[in-house]
């Protein structure tokens, strides 16, 4: 398998979970803004839409949009528990907060990262809609669950866990969210989180005493 991403987007998520599963797949760099690859290829001939993350089978076959491509790999690994079975409520549970992480919340961050600032009313409105969303995440947590489906990792917690530690990116801290903040703490301790981190140059690699 290949992998398609950039270093610290959503398609980090894909990567935690290919760790999880033990797989082995090739990771390939693509400058979304230029359109190409890190070898120079061009990117739209691989995914159309132009953004990241894209996974390339064993067959040649192009998956594209994080929540197909997270769910595809959990299904084809069902032994790993990363989702639940088909039919049941906790499986609905899992779209729903795919769909919210996706639709919601990522959506809620990409102002920020637009490239250029925000003006100032702006940059008020875009706040307090991420906020919000937050909010959202914190109250789905208040419980004292572990991860957002309750005593067991997700492939919507490898999803959920880099759109929300997308916060250092922009410098905002989430301490007013205390459950958000120690799942976010909590997950980015999980040795395949922390793996797909510094794969992707985000945390420094880690000396052996």
Known sequence: MRLYFKPGACSMSSRIVLIELDLAFDAVKVDTDRGVTESGRDYRAINPKGYVPALELADGAVLTENPAILQFLADTHPEAGLAPAHGTLERARLQEWLNFTSSELHKAFGPYFRGQPLEEAEKEQVDIRLARRIGDVEHG??????????????????????????????????ERWPYVAAYVTRIAARPSARQAMRQEGLVADEVAA
């Open 141 to 174: 947590l208040s419980d004292g669950r572990d991860f957002i489906l309750g005593n067991r990792f997700t492939v919507a917690d490898a999803y959920l866990f880099v759109v929300l530690n997308w916060s250092s990116f922009i410098g905002l801290n989430l």
